[in-house]
């Protein structure tokens, strides 16, 4: 139903505000077309903004456990995830897939994530293109495209992209069904039919799936699944509100509304407690997340979406509050007069609805938890929830008064997110990891030795991780490594069910040493091998030959 007289705008515009479609709004099958097009556009840029430079930085731990992972054989990964890393088997999985097609190399792990980062933020062009102007639907975009957290998770070979991709999926679907559900409320009594039950319960059906397959690919997500229920329970306490002065249909539609809400969630969560039963038991792999204490304010004020760029989170935070401060003036003016959503879709979720529990929720959830049980909150964890940051900032820019106003702000933000794009794509970029160099150097001057030497290699330590060793470069870097006989190694990763491999003492596996003419020492620089190893090797009839220093890496050479 097409309402009567012109609405307000939902969000200003940059320039002359202009009635815009949005979810609660009649319009048959035509209400996907509006912002198609700019949905490509900006998915394009957030594409190239996250994949270009992103084969410079080194690989890190993190992006390791998911090469060791995606590369062993099925069985093996099965294995594996039930003793660690259940929480990342459904993204395993499909890497193992993605690698099957293409062949791994540092720059095809990532490329996936690139390709996700395109794609959440044309999704979220067409979110916001469902409530606001053209303007702020492309600016929301651009936004987010921009925020340091995105562009660090599009070059990031895990899972935060494809996540942030089904949170928006699921926002999506949450409101298509809302709209339904509210709209067959809201809509004259008549018999029930099973087509009309159909039809208004398989977008729940399918926001129950979506549910499913993202909170396995990671397990966080399915925090937006309550954030929206959050919005469904705050949509129906406005309806009731205002029942009064409109109609008893916004009521009809809230209800409906959430009980879809309430029976789609009751159906994911029913069919994924054996993998949250499996992720809990193994919760002692995120040991390493520190309680909640001093640096927690900067953590979700700074890191969580700004990532370590102080500046561009004050002046980004000034805009998500106005951007609150809009849309929340914006409600209190509309709260008793029919707008477009009421008019046209009984019960929808309006934008600020949607936004503030998509940006509060997962945070203070995992906040409460950690304090009530085991720390479980980690910034890098939330990316997921930028788009509403993104949403927000994007409403306070264009509800500036004057063009210029609005271009120095958007410009602002291009200014502070450069510096900090330019650092995360340089060598070391990731945790101080100089594992390519260390691969660079071994493979150039091993192709200065001669042709069939025999060489062996001892793994040491790695900075910051005592369950691993420095084979984990050797798992990002194959090439570089090929040959060389690991004569510590006991049990291969792929076959212990764990992440990474077993070793021998050196005492216990001199006789491996036979026919070795180099040997190598890649070893941490903290918990320093070398004095050790160097007198082991001098028993065995070897002397250094030349060291080299990298960051966090020494690397060893010695000759017999």
């Known amino acids: 139903m097409t309402p009567s007289t012109a609405p307000t705008p939902t969000v200003p515009a ?4 202009a009635p815009a479609p949005n ?7 035509s209400r996907m077309r509006p912002g198609t097009r700019d949905a490509l556009l900006i998915g394009l840029v957030g ?3 996250a994949v270009a430079f992103s084969w410079v930085p080194s690989l890190w731990y993190d992006e390791a456990a998911t090469v060791t992972g995606a590369t062993r054989s099925w069985s093996q990964l099965a294995e594996m995830l039930t003793s660690v890393d259940a929480v990342h088997g459904l993204f395993y999985a499909l890497m193992h897939v993605w690698f099957d097609l293409v062949g791994y190399t540092p720059f095809t792990l990532r490329l996936p994530s690139a390709l996700a980062t395109g794609v959440a933020a044309g999704l979220l062009v067409l979110f916001v293109r469902r409530f606001a102007p053209r303007g702020t639907a492309v600016l929301a975009g651009l936004l ?10 599009g070059e990031e070979g895990r899972s935060f992209a494809l996540s942030t991709v089904f949170a928006l999926l699921l926002t999506l679907v949450f ?33 129950a799936m979506l549910a499913i397959v993202a909170t396995t690919l990671f397990l966080y997500v399915c925090l937006v699944v309550v954030a929206h229920g959050v919005t469904a329970v705050s949509t129906l306490i406005a309806a009731r509100r205002a029942a009064g002065r409109i109609d008893a249909g916004r009521v009809r539609g809230g209800w409906a ?3 879809g809400w309430a ?26 997340i520190k309680e909640i204490g001093a640096t927690t304010f900067d953590d979700i004020v700074v890191v969580q979406w700004f990532l370590f760029n102080p500046t561009f989170a004050a002046f980004g935070w000034v805009l998500i509050l106005g951007g609150l401060a ?41 906040i409460v938890l950690s304090l009530v049980m085991t720390p479980v909150f980690s910034p890098r964890y939330l990316a997921f929830s930028a788009p509403a940051a993104a949403i927000l900032m994007a409403v306070a820019v264009c509800a500036l008064p004057r063009r210029w106003l609005r271009v120095t702000a958007v410009l602002a933000c291009v200014a502070l997110t450069a510096p900090g794009y330019v650092a995360q794509r340089l060598p070391e970029a990731k945790q101080n990891s100089s594992w390519n160099e260390v691969a660079d150097l071994i493979a150039a001057e091993r192709a200065l030795e001669p042709a069939g030497a025999g060489e062996a290699i001892i793994y040491g330590p790695v900075r910051q991780h005592p369950s691993a060793t420095t084979r984990v470069i050797a798992y990002s870097y194959p090439d570089a490594f090929a040959g060389l006989v690991d004569v510590k190694l006991r049990t291969p990763a792929a076959e212990t069910g764990q992440l990474w491999e077993t070793r021998y003492p050196i005492d216990e596996v001199t006789d491996r040493f036979a026919g070795m003419d180099t040997v190598w020492l890649v070893t941490s620089n903290k918990q320093d091998w070398r004095p050790s190893v160097t007198a082991k090797l001098a028993v065995l009839g070897y002397g250094l030959d030349t060291e080299w220093n990298l960051t966090g890496v020494n690397v060893l050479r010695f000759e017999k």
């Open 175 to 207: 409101l298509a069904a809302s709209r339904r559900s509210a709209e067959a409320a809201g809509a004259a009594p008549g018999p029930v039919s099973a087509r009309r039950v159909w039809v208004r319960g398989r977008w729940w059906l399918l926001y």
């Open 47 to 49: 594409f190239t903004l």
């Open 326 to 366: 809009v849309l929340g003036i914006r409600a209190w003016r509309s709260r008793g007069a029919a707008s477009r959503t009421t008019a046209s879709a009984p019960g929808m979720p309006s934008l600020l609805a949607l936004v503030v529990p998509w940006l509060v929720v997962p945070t203070l959830a995992l």
């Open 14 to 17: 940059p320039a002359r505000p």
């Open 23 to 29: 979810l609660g709004q009649a319009g048959g099958r």
């Open 257 to 259: 509304a959430l009980r």
């Open 144 to 153: 987010f495209c921009l925020l340091p957290r995105i562009t660090w998770m």
């Open 263 to 288: 029976a789609a969630s009751i159906v994911a969560g029913l069919v994924l407690l054996p993998f949250v039963d499996e992720v809990v038991g193994q919760a002692s792999q995120v040991g390493w």
